[in-house]
């Protein structure tokens, strides 16, 4: 008996190629990639990937990030930045997780949210305080701090 089949659309991937400079805002709803440059404001529903090669200059907007190249600006992640042992970020980070490798630069300010109890639950157990699942996203009390790294 044969099975009906129905391929999922794959998401896409947007690119600014390496040699690329573009200047403005740029929005997308998938992941994008910039190996180019980018001057101006980076705002992706997805996730946001600044590849080594790449640079931004100005703002980037996102779900997550990784970024393994150069930011001169402001950044705002909603859920996780990785910051790659290559990155080079000069400005203000604000993001609800941070993982940063060694060798990543950070000149700037960080601010991050801190979890409530019942959302640090859901997120460990994957149910509430009181064994419903919940799509409720608390709002992060914010923390900060200011780093200077390098050389």
């Keep these: 008996m044969a099975k009906n089949y129905s391929p999922s659309t794959p998401s896409q991937i947007n690119l600014i190629a390496a040699g690329t400079h573009v200047e403005g805002t740029l929005s997308a709803k998938d ?47 909603k859920g996780r930045l990785v910051l790659k042992e290559t990155a080079r970020v000069e400005g203000t980070i604000r993001t609800s997780r941070l993982i940063v490798e060694e060798g990543a630069i950070i000149d700037g300010t960080c601010h991050m949210g801190q979890l409530d109890k019942s959302r640090a639950d859901v997120l460990k157990n994957g149910v509430g305080g009181n064994g419903v699942h919940s799509t409720d996203s608390a709002t992060p009390k914010s923390s900060a701090f200011s780093m200077t790294s390098g050389d």
């Design 31 to 77: 992941d994008t990639r910039v190996s180019g440059s980018l001057k101006g404001i980076l705002r992706v529903e997805g996730k946001a990937i600044i590849a080594e090669e790449g640079s931004v200059e100005g703002e980037i907007h996102a779900a997550d990030a990784d970024l393994a190249g150069t930011l001169k600006g402001d950044i705002f992640i």
